[in-house]
């Protein structure tokens, strides 16, 4: 009995212990500092002081009272939140005799009440992790007066913004830019960010975008692109707005700019045109992204891929302009989007018409490492290239019922292109020369594309439990006609001309594409947490390819067809897939694995010979993702993708392409898929007081069976490439890095991050029968720095080193490796009286290398000086000063197998452009403020 009584006073002792450790208790009353009314529902969270780690949360209750208890000893911070008041923080300590923590009356002060005022206790979180979404608060964040989203994301931690407004957020760009979760004016990333007042924004959110039916079912399919939603503020949606902008200067440099908005409620329509010379304006820096339904002649699934662009094929201008040549663009859009019926219809529809032209030369030095030899190519391109091109898109969504909804899209893209290319070059071995040449290539482009979709969606009493149905078809076609003249002189060893080789051919292409596909899924749940989704579809393609190569019989007319140079195949394919994924989601963890299996008949049509080739495989598709969520504002995820890849038709036809003489391709009809595996990793921390921000991320990928290039050369400098597998050998990329951010109030509010990135490859090709790995890595450290305080400066500075590690098994003694640097500097100065200046100017520099013995480096300098008027400052004249140091030479230079290549363009130089921009605004009267 004795040892019965000290067991129940060890066990007392036991929980008094604990209960001193975690029994604590805070509690409450949120109330109006000034109105005295209790504000519940407030958000009350109790954080730890040393790393804001979320440790308690609740909900005050309808009288504004609230407790939280099971809180141990230690440091807090207490974090209250109500819609429009300003956030309320106050550091606490558990550590007395007394348990229980009262902090009385909270009083929270509205934002419009606040003014200009400063309230030490209230801070504003500028970024919330809400699952895979990473959301940002712009009222955290300084906005200058007409100030557009794109000054916005270049504050936002991880967020980088170029001066052609290119999106790069962890390592990856950024394609697309939505409104409120829609569509504005298709892919154009830039009508969002330079259209869009940044103060009408609320939060800027940042995800990977899934396919519909990956987020119906919330299994993701590996099918993602990288997205920000711009959210506007409920006040800001009823009203007109815009921007009218002209410019000229003295030697016939223009840009003018005319952007027109009118939201209302749940409708907003814009409109907008633009024309422009000085590469600022129109066609931006991912146009091919942006009408890329008729870009390539793409079947998913699996399917063929034709690539109306390919550098094997006739000369097709991809409609981008990335700093190179001198173009001039125009372009016009207008943009619709509504909801109505109680939000159970909408509709968003979208019209684009635009031109670019664009008039450059190009200089290209090239190394190609061969067995025991070296090739040097030195070569010029002068060039006048043209596209005009129509899309016109439609996405319309109704809610039949409570529990299901239909979604049909569409969107149909016509193109004219026109390209005129003429070439010098000359080809050295081992420094003799063995051949010069010029060429002539021109060519007149017709393509269209359409696609189609509809997507109903349904919702089962059962919890869990759906049902979705998509069937999709996509139809694309490619006309060309071209016109290829070339004349070569083969030198001998005593550097005399030995032979000559003349061709004048004309060349028509005709490549179809069409695609029905279907798929359906059915999601069942096993428990709260559990469910299989399992889904089946098929798909049938029908593609040709019809390539036409005739020899003149007489002056201007071509009708003798060369038979080893045209091919008409037509291939057909039925797909029969079905996968089945598990899916497991409970507390902080999410987890989901599976795969899917295609049956892919193949048949393939020689219509010249009639000859038939019929081919089958198993294409699999297995994935996994894992999600743990440690708080809040932490999470880490990591996910694993394979897929099988078939071959494209220009690597499967087996005729020549000889569209570069000295450089034919030949197809390989055997050709076998191949397959990738991709890993990618994800980690993101965020302390909410401290403004501190750190992330990590990865993408791996090996590819096995790859389809690589075997080519030969003679040592006359002409080379024969053709495709081949290469089992046994896998070809690898990557890309990774790390970021942190933080804001210093101490010093002025100082944003600081610093962060890496590494990517590279190994590839492999055959050069003269002998096997070549090539590998190439690029290490590149950056500092940011930025400062942001409202009519005083605005100033971001980023850069850092690079350093290139590039070599190949053929020639290991001769190299690209090398030392870079790169380095940005853009921002304003707010001076007396209306007057602002700045820059937007950058850095670069690249060393010499084993390959390439001079150094390069460029240093564009680009500043203005602006003059507001009117009330609101909404009316300026700037003085643009581009390139004043007239150092721009459209430098790259790039690796790839085991060819070298350094490039420079001629391209805009210093020029001056004076400019008068007036931003107008008119918010309906009676609209909600914030």
């Given at each position: 009995?004795?040892?019965?009584?000290?067991?129940?006073?060890?066990?007392?002792?036991?929980?008094?212990?604990?209960?001193?450790?975690?029994?604590?208790?805070?509690?409450?009353?949120?109330?109006?500092?000034?109105?005295?009314?209790?504000?519940?529902?407030?958000?009350?969270?109790?954080?730890?002081?040393?790393?804001?780690?979320?440790?308690?949360?609740?909900?005050?209750?309808?009288?504004?009272?609230?407790?939280?208890?099971?809180?141990?000893?230690?440091?807090?911070?207490?974090?209250?939140?109500?819609?429009?008041?300003?956030?309320?923080?106050?550091?606490?300590?558990?550590?007395?005799?007394?348990?229980?923590?009262?902090?009385?009356?909270?009083?929270?002060?509205?934002?419009?009440?606040?003014?200009?005022?400063?309230?030490?206790?209230?801070?504003?979180?500028?970024?919330?992790?809400?699952?895979?979404?990473?959301?940002?608060?712009?009222?955290?964040?300084?906005?200058?007066?007409?100030?557009?989203?794109?000054?916005?994301?270049?504050?936002?931690?991880?967020?980088?913004?170029?001066?052609?407004?290119?999106?790069?957020?962890?390592?990856?760009?950024?394609?697309?830019?939505?409104?409120?979760?829609?569509?504005?004016?298709?892919?154009?990333?830039?009508?969002?960010?330079?259209?869009?007042?940044?103060?009408?924004?609320?939060?800027?959110?940042?995800?990977?975008?899934?396919?519909?039916?990956?987020?119906?079912?919330?299994?993701?399919?590996?099918?993602?692109?990288?997205?920000?939603?711009?959210?506007?503020?409920?006040?800001?949606?009823?009203?007109?707005?815009?921007?009218?902008?002209?410019?000229?200067?003295?030697?016939?440099?223009?840009?003018?700019?005319?952007?027109?908005n009118a939201f209302k409620n749940k409708e907003k329509f814009a409109v907008?045109?633009?024309?422009?010379?000085?590469?600022?304006?129109?066609?931006?820096?991912?146009?091919?992204?942006?009408?890329?339904?008729?870009?390539?002649?793409?079947?998913?699934?699996?399917?063929?891929?034709?690539?109306?662009?390919?550098?094997?094929?006739?000369?097709?201008?991809?409609?981008?302009?990335?700093?190179?040549g001198f173009p001039l663009a125009q372009s016009a859009g207008v943009h619709?989007?509504?909801?109505?019926?109680?939000?159970?219809?909408?509709?968003?529809?979208?019209?684009?018409?635009?031109?670019?032209?664009?008039?450059?030369?190009?200089?290209?030095?090239?190394?190609?490492?061969?067995?025991?030899?070296?090739?040097?190519?030195?070569?010029?391109?002068?060039?006048?290239?043209?596209?005009?091109?129509?899309?016109?898109?439609?996405?319309?969504?109704?809610?039949?019922?409570?529990?299901?909804?239909?979604?049909?899209?569409?969107?149909?893209?016509?193109?004219?292109?026109?390209?005129?290319?003429?070439?010098?070059?000359?080809?050295?071995?081992?420094?003799?020369?063995?051949?010069?040449?010029?060429?002539?290539?021109?060519?007149?482009?017709?393509?269209?594309?359409?696609?189609?979709?509809?997507?109903?969606?349904?919702?089962?009493?059962?919890?869990?439990?759906?049902?979705?149905?998509?069937?999709?078809?996509?139809?694309?076609?490619?006309?060309?006609?071209?016109?290829?003249?070339?004349?070569?002189?083969?030198?001998?060893?005593?550097?005399?001309?030995?032979?000559?080789?003349?061709?004048?051919?004309?060349?028509?292409?005709?490549?179809?594409?069409?695609?029905?596909?279907?798929?359906?899924?059915?999601?069942?749940?096993?428990?709260?947490?559990?469910?299989?989704?399992?889904?089946?579809?098929?798909?049938?393609?029908?593609?040709?390819?019809?390539?036409?190569?005739?020899?003149?019989?007489?002056?201007?007319?071509?009708?003798?067809?060369?038979?080893?140079?045209?091919?008409?195949?037509?291939?057909?394919?039925?797909?029969?897939?079905?996968?089945?994924?598990?899916?497991?989601?409970?507390?902080?963890?999410?987890?989901?694995?599976?795969?899917?299996?295609?049956?892919?008949?193949?048949?393939?049509?020689?219509?010249?010979?009639?000859?038939?080739?019929?081919?089958?495989?198993?294409?699999?598709?297995?994935?996994?993702?894992?999600?743990?969520?440690?708080?809040?504002?932490?999470?880490?995820?990591?996910?694993?993708?394979?897929?099988?890849?078939?071959?494209?038709?220009?690597?499967?036809?087996?005729?020549?392409?000889?569209?570069?003489?000295?450089?034919?391709?030949?197809?390989?009809?055997?050709?076998?898929?191949?397959?990738?595996?991709?890993?990618?990793?994800?980690?993101?921390?965020?302390?909410?007081?401290?403004?501190?921000?750190?992330?990590?991320?990865?993408?791996?990928?090996?590819?096995?069976?790859?389809?690589?290039?075997?080519?030969?050369?003679?040592?006359?400098?002409?080379?024969?490439?053709?495709?081949?597998?290469?089992?046994?050998?896998?070809?690898?990329?990557?890309?990774?890095?790390?970021?942190?951010?933080?804001?210093?109030?101490?010093?002025?509010?100082?944003?600081?991050?610093?962060?890496?990135?590494i990517n590279g490859n190994t590839g492999y090709n055959y050069t003269n029968?002998?096997?070549?790995?090539?590998?190439?890595?690029?290490?590149?450290?950056?500092?940011?720095?930025?400062?942001?305080?409202?009519?005083?400066?605005?100033?971001?500075?980023?850069?850092?080193?690079?350093?290139?590690?590039?070599?190949?098994?053929?020639?290991?003694?001769?190299?690209?490796?090398?030392?870079?640097?790169?380095?940005?500097?853009?921002?304003?100065?707010?001076?007396?009286?209306?007057?602002?200046?700045?820059?937007?100017?950058?850095?670069?520099?690249?060393?010499?290398?084993?390959?390439?013995?001079?150094?390069?480096?460029?240093?564009?300098?680009?500043?203005?000086?602006?003059?507001?008027?009117?009330?609101?400052?909404?009316?300026?004249?700037?003085?643009?000063?581009?390139?004043?140091?007239?150092?721009?030479?459209?430098?790259?230079?790039?690796?790839?197998?085991?060819?070298?290549?350094?490039?420079?363009?001629?391209?805009?130089?210093?020029?001056?452009?004076?400019?008068?921009?007036?931003?107008?605004?008119?918010?309906?009267?009676?609209?909600?403020?914030?």
């Amino acid at each position: 009995m004795k040892h019965l009584y000290l067991l129940c006073a060890l066990i007392l002792a036991l929980c008094a212990t604990v209960y001193a450790q975690t029994g604590y208790s805070v509690k409450g009353t949120v109330a109006d500092g000034v109105e005295k009314v209790k504000l519940g529902t407030s958000a009350v969270a109790v954080l730890q002081a040393k790393d804001s780690i979320l440790v308690k949360f609740c909900y005050a209750k309808t009288d504004g009272t609230f407790m939280m208890d099971g809180l141990g000893r230690g440091k807090y911070i207490l974090l209250i939140s109500f819609p429009d008041y300003a956030d309320y923080a106050e550091p606490f300590s558990l550590d007395s005799a007394n348990h229980v923590h009262d902090f009385g009356n909270v009083n929270l002060e509205l934002k419009s009440r606040l003014l200009k005022e400063v309230i030490i206790k209230g801070t504003a979180s500028q970024m919330k992790i809400k699952g895979d979404t990473t959301e940002f608060n712009a009222k955290a964040f300084v906005i200058q007066p007409n100030a557009k989203v794109e000054d916005l994301l270049k504050q936002l931690p991880g967020i980088t913004v170029d001066k052609d407004g290119k999106i790069t957020a962890q390592g990856q760009t950024v394609n697309k830019v939505l409104v409120d979760g829609e569509e504005f004016f298709g892919d154009d990333p830039t009508l969002v960010t330079r259209n869009i007042r940044a103060d009408m924004v609320d939060k800027i959110q940042l995800y990977d975008k899934k396919s519909d039916q990956a987020a119906f079912t919330g299994v993701d399919d590996g099918k993602t692109q990288k997205t920000i939603n711009v959210k506007l503020r409920a006040d800001k949606k009823q009203g007109v707005f815009g921007k009218a902008q002209a410019g000229e200067g003295p030697t016939n440099i223009y840009q003018g700019e005319l952007l027109l908005n009118a939201f209302k409620n749940k409708e907003k329509f814009a409109v907008y045109g633009t024309i422009g010379n000085n590469g600022k304006v129109g066609l931006g820096w991912e146009d091919e992204q942006k009408y890329g339904s008729g870009d390539q002649l793409n079947v998913s699934d699996n399917g063929i891929n034709i690539n109306t662009n390919s550098t094997e094929d006739l000369d097709v201008f991809g409609g981008i302009y990335s700093g190179q040549g001198f173009p001039l663009a125009q372009s016009a859009g207008v943009h619709y989007d509504s909801k109505w019926n109680d939000d159970k219809q909408s509709d968003n529809a979208n019209y684009k018409i635009a031109s670019l032209t664009i008039n450059g030369l190009t200089n290209t030095l090239s190394q190609n490492n061969i067995p025991g030899s070296i090739f040097n190519t030195g070569s010029n391109q002068n060039y006048h290239n043209s596209m005009f091109r129509q899309k016109l898109s439609n996405v319309y969504e109704v809610k039949l019922d409570t529990s299901s909804n239909l979604k049909i899209s569409f969107d149909g893209t016509l193109k004219h292109i026109i390209t005129d290319n003429n070439y010098t070059a000359a080809d050295s071995l081992n420094n003799a020369l063995v051949n010069n040449s010029t060429r002539q290539l021109n060519n007149t482009v017709d393509q269209r594309a359409f696609n189609g979709s509809a997507f109903y969606t349904k919702k089962f009493r059962k919890p869990g439990r759906t049902l979705s149905v998509l069937v999709s078809e996509s139809y694309s076609q490619s006309r060309a006609n071209g016109l290829l003249k070339s004349h070569i002189n083969f030198y001998n060893a005593q550097q005399q001309v030995d032979s000559t080789e003349d061709i004048n051919e004309s060349k028509t292409n005709n490549l179809q594409s069409n695609l029905f596909n279907t798929n359906i899924t059915w999601s069942e749940p096993f428990s709260t947490s559990l469910a299989l989704v399992l889904n089946y579809g098929i798909g049938v393609n029908h593609t040709s390819a019809d390539r036409n190569t005739f020899n003149a019989t007489s002056a201007g007319v071509y009708d003798m067809r060369i038979d080893s140079l045209s091919s008409n195949y037509v291939f057909n394919q039925f797909l029969n897939h079905a996968g089945a994924i598990l899916n497991y989601k409970k507390g902080k963890i999410s987890l989901n694995f599976g795969t899917r299996v295609t049956d892919d008949q193949f048949h393939q049509m020689d219509e010249f010979t009639g000859n038939v080739s019929d081919r089958s495989f198993i294409d699999w598709a297995p994935q996994a993702r894992f999600q743990y969520r440690f708080s809040q504002q932490k999470s880490f995820a990591i996910g694993y993708n394979g897929t099988t890849a078939q071959p494209t038709l220009e690597q499967l036809q087996p005729i020549a392409t000889n569209t570069d003489p000295l450089n034919v391709v030949l197809g390989n009809p055997g050709l076998t898929p191949s397959f990738s595996n991709s890993f990618n990793i994800n980690y993101r921390s965020y302390k909410v007081l401290t403004s501190q921000f750190f992330g990590f991320y990865g993408n791996y990928s090996f590819i096995t069976n790859p389809i690589v290039n075997h080519i030969n050369y003679n040592t006359a400098g002409k080379s024969v490439s053709q495709y081949f597998n290469l089992p046994g050998k896998q070809t690898t990329n990557f890309n990774g890095g790390m970021d942190f951010a933080r804001k210093f109030q101490s010093l002025g509010g100082l944003n600081t991050g610093i962060g890496i990135n590494i990517n590279g490859n190994t590839g492999y090709n055959y050069t003269n029968d002998s096997l070549n790995m090539s590998k190439n890595y690029v290490i590149n450290p950056t500092i940011n720095l930025g400062m942001f305080k409202e009519q005083k400066i605005e100033m971001g500075l980023s850069g850092g080193p690079t350093y290139t590690i590039s070599k190949t098994s053929l020639q290991p003694n001769i190299n690209n490796n090398g030392w870079g640097a790169r380095g940005d500097i853009n921002g304003t100065i707010y001076l007396p009286l209306k007057f602002e200046t700045g820059t937007y100017s950058s850095y670069q520099y690249n060393a010499a290398t084993a390959s390439f013995h001079q150094n390069f480096s460029n240093f564009l300098l680009n500043v203005f000086i602006t003059k507001k008027f009117l009330k609101n400052n909404n009316l300026s004249v700037e003085l643009w000063a581009n390139d004043l140091l007239n150092q721009n030479a459209g430098f790259t230079r790039l690796a790839q197998g085991n060819v070298i290549t350094q490039t420079t363009n001629n391209t805009l130089k210093r020029y001056f452009m004076l400019t008068i921009n007036y931003d107008f605004t008119k918010m309906a009267v009676g609209a909600s403020k914030q």
